[in-house]
């Protein structure tokens, strides 16, 4: 049987054009940009305006990596999000329609922070078995939607965004393929990092408490760091890459201490590291592929280079990737339309 890999063919990104500053939030919450930056790395990040979605960014991220293949289309559409256009249906087919694939499967997949590199999993499994020759893989979220903006734990963390790759099948060695994944999830700490109200278990979002994200910061931050490293090294060694063969380093974009911790541990080099966190903060599900289209367009990442993805959210999930990266040029979308 012909051995056939996952290779990344393409990527595209979207930001929403409003940005929020730290010095915008600190007239509104009792918190400064010192506090912000020298905690987070955060500088400012990008919301949407009332009215544009999760889709409406998804969709012209999707686009943008089509163009970035020379693809009109593709066989299957995947979402990684938490925060989707509604509860039902899901976001991924109204995507697809909207980008000419009406007919392709689509389907959204919620690992929260963790959901691009869970979608990866699935994407490289889809096309290494032989179900589809190619995926568009999106990652998008609008956490300005949920988080509390009253909540200055939360609120000053978290910004809008999508970025897309897609996967073609390959032969092994071709630039662009996934090497290797490996995914985690421990349930037993769903209560870390959570949204109460909406769902089966409590369906009414009439208060403020039920219908905002909430997280434990400090607990989430101890638990990001110890999985990651272990879920990062397990990667690295399973394909044989030595800390000092890591070309770039590109975990979920969260925090910058968390960013460092974990490369700290694994014995990657600083400047090998990839942080987007200054101009966008936690994009969630959008954080990885947004930072690897960034790292792309500012001539971080070049054919051939060694990637290392790693990533750890609500669930709790977590989950690492290693790939080679291909000779791609990202395509930035200007600005989402609404649907
Ligand atoms: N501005 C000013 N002070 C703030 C603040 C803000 N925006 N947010 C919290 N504080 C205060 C707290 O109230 C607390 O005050 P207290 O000591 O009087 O109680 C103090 O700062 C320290 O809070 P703490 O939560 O311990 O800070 P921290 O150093 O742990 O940093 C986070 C907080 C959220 C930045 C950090 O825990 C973090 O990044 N966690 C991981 C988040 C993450 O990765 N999420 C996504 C995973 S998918």
Redesign the pocket.
Known sequence: MLDVRAVVTGIGSCLPPDVVSNDDLSLV????HD??FS??GIARRHVVRPGTSTGDLGTAAGAAALESAGRRGCDLVLLATTTPDQRCPATAPQIAARLGLAGVPAFDLAA??SGFVYGLTVAASMIGAGTYDSVLLIGAETYSTIVDPAD??TA??FGDGAAAVVLERGLPGTPGEVLHVELGSDGDHAGL?SVPGGGSRAPHLDDDASRHFR?D??E??VR?VAAMTRSARSVAEAVGWRPEEIDAFVG?Q??A??LRAVARRLGVAEERVVSQLAEVG?T?GASIPLALAWAASQGRLAKGDRVLLTA???GLTWGSAAMVWPGVHPVRAEGPSPG
Do not use: S
């Not at 919450?29 to 400064?32: A, M």
């Open positions: 919450l009792d918190t400064t506090w912000i905690r987070t929260v922070c200055r734990g000053v963390l990092i997280m910061g400090r989430v931050y990001a979920h969260a925090n201490r968390i936690n969630a750890f959210g609500g």
